[in-house]
């Protein structure tokens, strides 16, 4: 049996050849995203500054020194007001404040980062589990997802942190579990929807195997609104990690975590209030930030706006 | 018979509502020989579409039969069952949604022929994607084109390129054209009917458009609420329609033609609920006749002339 | 409106309606200098495949083309009254009263959250002057008039069949007595032997009302049952119009001969389908000169150079096409009676 069918050719196409215009090229679905991104300002500042904040985050154990400039005490130089010297003041031991923020963006973003992503893993299986299979996994899933839910991430964490110990990585992972929910509903939502496409069923059709569907298949198509509850839980769990911090249970002192820094400049807020404002607009700003990504992200991940 | 490609028997697929038991697919029977086609016609909520998958196993059947090429797949496991999908494929209607929005054509085609292990090897692969896409008529330049590009005619052809990955034997062709525009509707007719002679393809062509099927449907079969109401060869169903639901489909037609008024059989009502039938002609409640028979049992399809096949009591 | 129209006065009066859609990197041209006239009692047919501008043309003449599109006219009359000029207030005592307009998917059309009864009594209370109880009353002889039982005026959409709610959705149309009723493809979504039934319904309404109807479709089929002239549309213009028997027993335009072949036609089942090759063309990059030459076996040097002009083979049968200007040119498909 042979396709090349010269005859056979010419019969079922038609004669003429169709000119393929020049937009049928290359317009996957990320370029167009990309290209709604690029019109959002507001993600595009937020997206500006969350790179310039990586970027800080990663070098700036190469920038400054730890020792001497981020946790030296230097008690002569205590409690100074902004000036050109010391861009936001000096604490309560002489540190600077301004390095200490530029250092405490390390531990907001890897917490913020690694805490996303232990939800986002654990969450996303589980998620496309009980949409996929539904039944007695589902039920099961869905409600321990429930509970898991109802416990406020505060007290999660605290739980987690007084029974495991106070370091950055039981910090992360007390924020990770608390983040784990979300991620189930989205990933179960989006996953229930797409498997009812059509495309799923002729998969099955052609011989694909359940695992192998839902993998390269159905979680694919799911990724839109998972990236936004991303980007978002990122936003949140910064909030987390600076909370916790500052009742104490965060990343150890002395390490400049601005929500531990926020907890010290306390007792100052009134004698010497930049301790406490600098380290505050350092979390409203990356936190505003990564909302308008994820905000940003959202709208051009809308089909309904897609042209 | 060696010569028949699939056979039904008595097939039924039953679904537990919260109103009680629908009866999609109610004892639907049915054989088509090699290189042939069945056309299954009728209105929505007649169980054509669940027909369509139940045969594929996509749905499993509640009970009855399914005979490929003599062999029972009815109760095969999964296992056994995914290597008798190669020679039962089927086209779906949507031609949007019925491929994965994320991948390209050649994407597609090459995971189809991969995971079957059709062939092997990138080159051979590629080769074998590239006479698929000439074998229905896409151009080489679309190679690397995502559905949402494309126009549906394009994008049916790619969702035949895939059932014909598999070489298949039985091709179920689940409204193929109904979502596309006329002209190019013709243009997948003409190479859904070219693929059969050269492939020696069968296939049950699923549709709510009778002048569809008039064209190459070697037997015809109109559904009713689960039921085969009329089954006969396409040019003795045209000619001498016996069954008052197919008379009045027939006269529904419209026609591209100026004509006197034609006599019209208009139904009264609409289509009852398929859920919990009672024991009686289920076209009763529309049927311009409905003797007292017809209320008391459902009547049964029987043979009243040559490969001619009604279920009614007036006949 | 007032005035009596006698008949065969039009009704309705386009001329050189254009409507474009202008995005950020490209203009789309949906519709392009079209002109036709309804006459009062008539039903005219707009055929054509997706993409063609028929139901552009139809919310062009409501006023009712989404942004961002751009409609010019030369003159939109109906009734004797330039829509174009109307300011809102004139608009919205038009819309529904003096034109109708019915859609395609019924299971939209209606509002899911009031009953039939109200939707169709809503109508009548924003055009006429009368009680509620009155407007209730009026709308209950509106169902049975399209068929329904009248205690069911206080059922939800959800709790009707597709076709029941075409009907419904019928009803409301016409509950003011419009003029002209716009049909845009109302039976598409609806199974064949619901579409007799409902296509049955508009002619005899149409019949007894001497309403005036735009019928929207794609299918030939219906364009032969219930209308009585035919507008062939393709990219966005009209290139072939005449009565239905002009149009059909004597075709002129290469596209309309190709549409008649490319259909399956249960009285001629032997005849192989031959389908048009190729696609209609992207309205945001239509060809110079004619727009279906690049698919038409006809085509010549003379087709691509300039935009066809009218040829008139009667006084209602015109086609646009530049062949016609050849020596003795004629299409394959023949003539009949």
């Not at chain 1, 000036?83 to 913020?112: E, M, Q």
């Not at chain 3, 009026?138 to 205690?151: C, D, F, P, Y």
Request: net charge neutral; with cysteine; glycine share 6%.
């Amino acid at each position: 049996m042979s396709y090349r069918n010269e005859t056979l050719q010419s019969q079922i196409t038609g004669s003429k050849d169709i000119p393929i215009p020049k937009r049928y090229v290359r317009q996957t679905q990320t370029r167009i995203v990309l290209h709604n991104l690029s019109k959002n300002k507001g993600a595009m500042v937020g997206l500006f500054i969350i790179m310039v904040i990586v970027f800080i985050a990663i070098f700036a154990d190469v920038l400054l020194d730890y020792e001497t400039d981020v946790v030296g005490i230097n008690i002569s130089q205590r409690l100074l007001r902004p000036s050109w010297k010391h861009p936001c003041g000096t604490d309560d031991l002489g540190r600077d404040i301004f390095y200490r923020i530029l250092y405490g963006a390390r531990f907001s973003v890897s917490v913020g980062v690694v805490a996303t992503t232990i939800g986002l893993g654990i969450g996303v299986i589980f998620g496309a589990i009980a949409g996929y299979y539904c039944g007695l996994a589902e039920d099961i899933i869905m409600r321990v997802n429930d509970i898991v839910s109802a416990v406020p991430s505060i007290l999660m964490g605290i739980v987690i942190v007084s029974a495991l110990g106070a370091t950055t990585f039981n910090l992360m992972l007390a924020i990770g579990i608390t983040s784990i929910p979300q991620f189930v509903r989205i990933t179960r939502a989006s996953v229930l929807s797409v498997r009812n496409q059509e495309y799923i069923e002729a998969l099955y059709a052609s011989g694909m195997s359940e695992p192998r569907i839902i993998a390269f298949h159905v979680l694919p198509n799911c990724l839109s609104p998972i990236i936004v509850q991303a980007t978002l839980r990122i936003a949140s769990a910064i909030i987390a990690a600076s909370s916790l911090s500052f009742l104490g249970l965060g990343v150890p002192v002395p390490a400049p975590e601005w929500g531990s820094m926020l907890s010290m400049g306390r007792q100052y807020v009134r004698s010497a209030s930049y301790l406490t404002i600098f380290p505050g607009l350092a979390i409203l700003i990356t936190v505003l930030s990564f909302n308008l990504l994820g905000d940003g992200l959202r709208d051009a991940l809308d089909p309904k706006l897609k042209k | 018979m060696s010569n028949m490609i699939l056979e039904v028997k008595d097939l039924k697929k039953h679904f537990k509502t919260s109103r009680g038991m629908l009866h999609a697919v109610d004892g639907v029977s049915f054989s088509i020989e090699k290189g042939k086609t069945i056309g299954i016609v009728g209105e929505s909520g007649c169980g054509k579409t669940t027909l369509g998958r139940t045969i594929l196993r996509l749905v499993e059947p509640t009970s009855g039969e399914i005979m490929l090429e003599g062999k029972n797949i009815t109760k095969l496991s999964r296992g056994e069952m995914k290597k008798i999908r190669k020679d039962l494929q089927i086209i779906f209607q949507d031609p949007f949604s019925s491929l994965d929005p994320r991948n390209t054509i050649s994407q597609t085609l090459t995971e189809v022929i991969k995971v079957n292990r059709i062939r092997s090897g990138k080159q051979e692969i590629k080769n074998r994607v590239l006479e698929l896409m000439e074998t229905v008529g896409l151009s080489e330049r679309l190679m690397n084109t995502y559905p949402h590009e494309l126009d549906g005619g394009r994008r049916q052809r790619i969702g035949i390129a895939r059932a014909l990955a598999m070489e298949p034997k039985l091709i179920v062709c689940d409204e193929p054209v109904s979502a596309l525009d006329v002209s190019i509707q013709a243009q997948i007719l003409n190479l859904l009917q070219g693929l059969q002679e050269n492939l020696k393809l069968s296939y049950v062509f699923i549709t709510h458009d009778l002048a569809v099927v008039n064209h190459f449907a070697n037997e015809i079969a109109v559904m009713y609420l689960g039921q085969i109401v009329e089954k006969a060869p396409t040019e003795e169903l045209f000619n001498n329609p016996l069954h008052p639901y197919t008379q009045a489909l027939l006269s529904a037609i419209p026609i591209p033609e100026v004509l006197e008024k034609r006599p019209q059989i208009l139904l009264k009502g609409e289509i009852t609920s398929p859920i919990n039938p009672k024991d009686e002609c289920r076209f009763a409640n529309r049927c311009l006749h409905d003797y007292r028979e017809c209320r008391q049992h459902n009547p049964i399809l029987r043979e009243v002339s040559p490969n001619h096949f009604v279920a009614c009591f007036k006949v | 409106m007032e005035e009596r129209k006698s008949l065969h006065d039009p009704v309705l009066e386009v001329e050189d309606l254009g409507v474009q859609f202008i995005l950020e990197n490209e203009t789309i041209n949906a519709v392009n200098d079209i002109s036709f006239k309804l006459r009062k009692g008539h039903t005219l047919g707009f055929v054509g495949e997706t993409g063609a501008g028929k139901t552009t043309t139809a919310l062009a003449l409501l006023r009712l083309v989404p942004h961002p599109g751009k409609v010019e006219s030369k003159k939109i009359e109906v009734c004797g009254h330039e829509v174009t000029a109307m300011t809102s207030s004139q608009l919205e005592k038009y819309r529904g009263n003096d034109v109708a307009m019915i859609f395609q998917d019924p299971m939209t059309s209606l509002n899911p959250v009031f009953t039939v009864g109200q939707q169709i009594a809503d109508s009548i209370m924003l055009h006429q002057n009368v009680t509620s109880a009155e407007a209730k009353a009026r709308a209950e002889q509106m169902l049975e008039l399209v068929g329904i039982s009248a205690n069911r005026a206080g059922e939800y959409p959800h709790q009707f069949s597709g076709g029941m709610k075409q009907r419904v959705v019928i009803a409301i149309a016409l509950a003011c007595n419009p003029e002209v009723l716009i049909a845009d493809e109302p039976t598409t979504a609806l199974d064949v032997t619901i579409q007799a039934q409902v296509l049955n319904l508009m002619k005899k309404l149409r019949d007894d009302r001497r309403m005036s109807m735009i019928m929207i479709t794609h299918s030939l089929g219906i364009v032969a049952d219930i209308c009585d002239e035919v507008a062939v549309m393709y990219a966005g213009r009209i290139v072939e119009t005449g009565t239905l028997v002009e149009v059909f027993n004597h075709t002129k335009h290469p596209y309309t001969e190709g549409l008649f072949n490319s259909l399956p036609n249960i009285l001629n089942r032997s005849a192989k389908l031959k389908p048009i090759p190729g696609l209609m063309p992207d309205p945001s990059n239509l060809p110079v000169g004619c727009s279906f030459a690049p698919r038409c076996k006809y085509a010549g040097p003379d087709c691509t150079c300039a935009q066809p002009k009218a040829h008139w083979f009667s006084d209602t049968h015109m086609v646009a096409c530049a062949a016609y200007q050849r020596e003795g040119f004629a299409i394959d498909r023949p003539e009949k009676k």
